[in-house]
């Protein structure tokens, strides 16, 4: 079983920065499919960016490319998104999920551990 804990969330304006990190405890696989994902009231769960913690492989959603980055600190079994040019529409409940399977074949309703999320509030 493994545990997930997210932090940093936060109220910033528009073009501010935002740092999230995720703690992974428990049973700790030696790779793992690990993102970040979002829910805005009203809309369905989106992918934001995903990291293979084996090879660093990532993958962002389209709409945080260039501005958001996703990184993996094995050692300390952290998961970070560091976000910047943040937009009012980034306004969203942040979680972050691991599976040990492949980025490339993992739904986003698949992943097998998830956090509880922590609040991203952007005003303009």
């Known amino acids: 079983q493994v545990q997930l804990v997210e932090s940093g969330g936060g109220s910033v304006q528009a073009g501010g920065s935002l740092r999230l990190s995720c703690a992974a405890s428990?049973?700790?696989?030696?790779?793992?499919?690990m993102g970040w994902f979002r829910q805005a009231p009203g809309k369905e769960r989106e992918e934001v960016a995903l990291i293979w913690t084996g090879g660093g492989s990532t993958y962002y959603a389209n709409s945080v490319k260039g501005r958001f980055t996703i990184s993996h600190d094995n050692a300390k079994n952290t998961l970070y998104l560091q976000m910047n040019s943040l937009k009012t529409e980034d306004t969203a409940m942040y979680y972050c999920?691991?599976?040990?399977?492949?980025?490339?074949?993992?739904?986003?309703?698949?992943?097998?551990?998830w956090g509880q999320g922590t609040q991203v509030t952007v005003s303009s």
């Open positions: 428990g049973y700790i696989a030696s790779t793992y499919c």
């Open positions: 999920a691991a599976d040990p399977r492949a980025c490339t074949v993992v739904p986003v309703a698949g992943f097998r551990y």
